[in-house]
């Protein structure tokens, strides 16, 4: 196998050849959009998500937090190499990172407020201070932050922004609603609106999830979350569809993560949004309690999201799950199985969106211990190896809780500070990343290979795979005229179109892009159509020429003033 100095190599030149490269220094303001990357933005088609071209793809991916909680940055950074766990991640086969932020922390970034504090070790981390050496002064958190976006693309890793929380707090997360007294329906939404603009040429962000866990019972009415058709403020989901149409205003590619809530009355023995939920101890309860926060989602069969703007292929639904060592639900009984959890919990709150086709769903958190000392009568893994089989089974997509090793309910998938990986806990998850049958993991990219140990989206629907890869400075000539084979038209060149037929779009792009990649060998007259700069060679230069035509951004090729 080659090393994986050559394999990220080889993933930079992807990237080069299919993409404007940005710059190794990120401005320190939210005044310059990143440049341009448009190939990669997922939508959802009968009831699946896919890629531009309709393949079906499997976000398959980890959480890790710092950046809402206080940090400025993801924890762990005060004392390991923030580049080289992002790189670990990637070669570990997540292709999808879901960060927790706050509306507080956007709207710093977005007015360009100074930073309350930033946790970072830059003797271990001289890439993020100010003058690159070790011990420098710390960058501003929206430049680190922008590192982080930078070395996710070059690692093949796809990013979704998730709002857990309006204001910055290690237990932020534990506020209901998507709002405070500090911060407003009206923040959120100006910081989701500015953070899908800022984002909008780039697709290395694909989802955001709007709120964390929507929360709360009747007994602290009003500061609950509900699902109806109301606009009442602590009404989710008419804050959802506001939500989602902010995002999606500003940026209509973006995949829109909604939650649940936690609770849902029972109307159908006479109860509503106002019936008393205070006497635990008398059954039946008013509400459907059997979810964990952000996890009850029958108010979609009542009242599905709709009010979401012009583009209502973005909408994803995202449930949390978790085991016996975060919470002692009731259906966690001696003996549960995954046909159990099914009846008791899982199809009622969230699986009956998938098994009647109604959406796709992400599993935006899942995880926790798995060793004897905490889990010691074996329900946790129990739990886990049920939920995971059931999203290998029906490819639900997802994101691990978490990478952190100080997630102190659930543990982390690394621990000794960030050093050293849980090999136990990740050989229970890795089963559940997306692989080809030859165990590599596949990336959400069309260009580049999540890790040293994947390969690329387009890779893995070409079906071709090589282990030659040309070098960063390599060409190829393009043939002469005798050179060419019956697949030569001697009528009208159409200059870029690689896959010959009679249009540029980005298909010609990934087409040209096998080919310097040593995947697909072209021939004839989509050779000769290649050389859009007219040099006598075809390389990244070409294909770079040819996404800034298919994505309107020039209008003509040199080789068509020369010809």
């Known amino acids: 196998m080659r090393s994986q100095f050559f394999r990220r190599a080889a993933a930079i030149l992807a990237a080069g050849a299919m993409l404007m490269q940005v710059s190794a ?10 440049d341009t990357y448009h190939d990669d933005w997922l939508h959802v088609e009968n009831a699946q998500i896919v890629d531009m071209y309709g393949n079906p793809v499997w976000m398959t991916g980890c959480n890790w937090f710092g950046y809402n909680v206080g940090s400025q940055v993801f924890d762990g950074v005060w004392s390991q190499n923030m580049h080289s766990m992002l790189n670990q991640i990637a070669d570990h086969g997540f292709n999808l990172l879901r960060v927790p932020m706050s509306t507080e922390l956007l709207l710093q970034w977005k007015n360009h407020d100074p930073d309350p504090m930033v946790k970072v070790n830059t ?3 001289p890439e993020l201070s100010v003058d690159g050496t070790e011990g ?13 976006v930078e070395w996710c693309r070059e690692n093949g890793i796809k990013i979704m922004i998730d709002i857990h929380s309006a204001e910055t707090a290690s237990a932020g997360h534990q506020v209901a609603l998507w709002y405070t007294d500090k911060f407003s329906t ?3 939404l100006e910081a989701l609106e500015w953070v899908a603009d800022y984002y909008k040429d780039d697709d290395t962000i694909v989802a955001i999830d709007l709120k964390n866990e929507p929360h709360g019972t009747a007994d602290v009415a009003p500061d609950f979350a509900k699902w109806d058709d109301s606009t ?10 506001r939500g989602a149409a902010a995002v999606l205003g500003a940026n209509p590619n973006l995949l829109v993560m909604v939650e649940g809530v936690e609770v849902y009355p029972k109307f159908e023995d006479g109860n509503d949004w106002n019936s008393p939920n205070i006497d635990y101890a ?11 926060w952000g996890g009850n989602f029958r108010g979609v069969k009542d009242h599905p999201l709709e009010n979401i703007g012009e583009n209502n292929s973005q909408l994803v639904y995202s449930p949390h799950d978790y085991g016996p060592l975060v919470y002692e639900q009731d259906w966690f009984y001696d003996g549960f199985t995954q046909e159990t959890l099914m009846e008791d919990v899982w199809y009622d709150n969230w699986f009956y969106l998938v098994d009647q086709h109604i959406a796709p769903l992400l599993m935006g958190e899942w ?13 946790n893994v129990q739990w886990m190896t049920a939920l995971r089989d059931l999203m290998i089974e029906y490819h639900i997509n997802h994101t691990f809780w978490c990478f952190n090793e100080n997630s102190g309910d659930t543990g982390g998938l690394v621990y000794d500070n960030f050093s050293t990986w849980d090999e136990e806990k990740y050989a229970l998850v890795e089963p559940a990343l997306w692989q080809d049958e030859e165990g590599r993991f596949i990336s959400l990219d069309h260009s580049i290979p999540v890790g040293a140990n994947g390969i690329s989206l387009s890779e893995y629907y070409g079906g071709t795979h090589t282990e030659t890869q040309p070098s960063a400075t390599e060409t190829s000539p393009v043939p002469t005229e005798s050179e060419t084979d019956s697949e030569t038209d001697p009528g009208e060149i159409v200059w870029g179109d690689v896959n010959l037929d009679q249009q540029v779009t ?8 096998k080919m310097l990649l040593g995947g697909e060998m072209l021939e004839g007259k989509a050779l000769s159509q290649a050389d859009v700069d007219a040099d006598g060679m075809f390389s990244s230069t070409d294909s770079l020429l040819i996404l800034k035509y298919a994505i309107s951004l020039i209008d003509a090729f040199p080789a068509e003033e020369t010809s």
Do not use: C, Q
């Not at 420098?136 to 982080?148: H, L, P, Q, R, T």
């Open 25 to 34: 220094s990120v401005p320190g303001t939210a005044e310059t959009a990143p």
């Open 123 to 125: 003797y271990a981390n």
């Open 136 to 148: 420098g002064e710390v960058m501003y958190s929206f430049d680190i932050w922008n590192k982080a």
């Open 186 to 188: 009206e923040d959120w």
């Open 232 to 241: 009442d403020p602590n009404n989710w989901k008419y804050a959802a569809e």
């Open 282 to 292: 008398n059954y039946p309860y008013s509400y459907y309690h059997h979810t964990w």
């Open 367 to 379: 995880g926790g211990f798995i060793d004897e000392e905490h889990d010691t009568d074996g329900k």
């Open 506 to 513: 980005i298909s010609d792009v990934i087409r040209l892009n």
